[in-house]
């Protein structure tokens, strides 16, 4: 925690010191979000709340196991209700990302605007105090006092970085901003001189600091609590609303809080590597019949596998966020075919999931269920593929035998209505 006094103005001619700073209250402000935000308010009412004047301005941190949301007065008091229901959504998003128990990047100024930039691309911008960094927005201009203080050169590096700042695509991983940021040949002559940064650029929107200070011990117990805490904020969101947050980002919160299934484990007794067997001739093996006369042989054994999403009515899209999110963690394993059903399989819209490729997924289908259509669509490619995953609720009648193994990836609640035959496999979402 820093111990820094609170400034009349930052280098943008904000504000952060009133007179109405002895009337706030901050009580308004978090029922208010309780009924807009309950996502967001379930996470908030998590955390211990701090006042501090020894931030100039707020910030999320843990201190001896307990997690806190530290906030100076005289800032949240400069701000209009609308800036501090923003600024309580950006809190809440550095613990949905992890951003206070992963090891920051050096600079860790470059990592703290990248983690920024990251979130502040998920909240509407009138939402945003001043000093927040907006991807695709330039920064705000400096104020009259920054300008006098500033050399020449401290202003052109404020100016080709906010350029910067204005050309990044909204919506990309903190990775993304950091390695964009520092590609950049104005902020790699600044970072020996670290403290230029906080000059010509203040101190941003919030305070970042002691998020450095866990053992490891700490960050993984404090790791598995911000889980829990998400977890339970989207359980109550699921039964009260998710307010703002939409719905690609209510499916990167289903990848975070997931319980990983051990795909490893569950392909090797689901498909076994030993299916489907490629030969290839290579000279750099000894034919074992004719040695140095004919190349050697390379087998490599592979498994290809099916999985068919049901996206029939009684899948809701809770239960089809937390499908995607486990097809992503599958996906980081091992390539796969994916296509859609309901009553019949959508072949058409069918694809090979690469291995490590990023794919943005939707309900495209709302009718019935019939898991015959999936097993039919498997038999009839018993010759491309080893086995099929049938991602359901489990609600509808029992399909023929299968030709290809058959595995069964069921939600939390979720059922076969149907005794499964001993050669299929059924696993079941914690």
Known sequence: MSNKSTANKNVYGQEVCSKKAAAFDLTPHLVALMWDEPFYSRIIRSLNKKESTDIETA???CDNGVLNFWWNRNFLASLSKKKIKGLLKHECLHLVFCHTTARRKDPHIIWNWATDLAINSLIPKNELPKG?????EALPELSKEALAKLSQQEIENHNKISNLIASLPKE???EFYYYELMSNDTIKEMVPHPDKFEMVFGNGMDDHQGWDELSDGEREMVAEKIKEIIRSAADEADKKGWGSVSASMRQTIRTAISNKVPWQSVLKRFCGFSNRQNKENTVTRLNRK??????GSKYEYKSTIAVYIDESGSVSNRHLETFYAELNSLSRITD??????DTNVNEKDGFLWKKGKKVNLSRTRYGGTCFQAPTDHANANKDTFDGFIIFTDGCAPEPSFSKVKRGWLLTPDGSLAFNKSNRDILIKFN
Request: hydrophobic share 45%; proline share 13%.
């Open 336 to 341: 796969f075919w994916l296509y859609k059903f």
């Open 132 to 136: 927040g960094l907006i991807p695709g």
């Open 172 to 174: 990309k991983t903190s």
């Open 59 to 61: 910030g999320v941190l």
């Open 290 to 295: 004719y040695p140095l006369i004919h190349p």
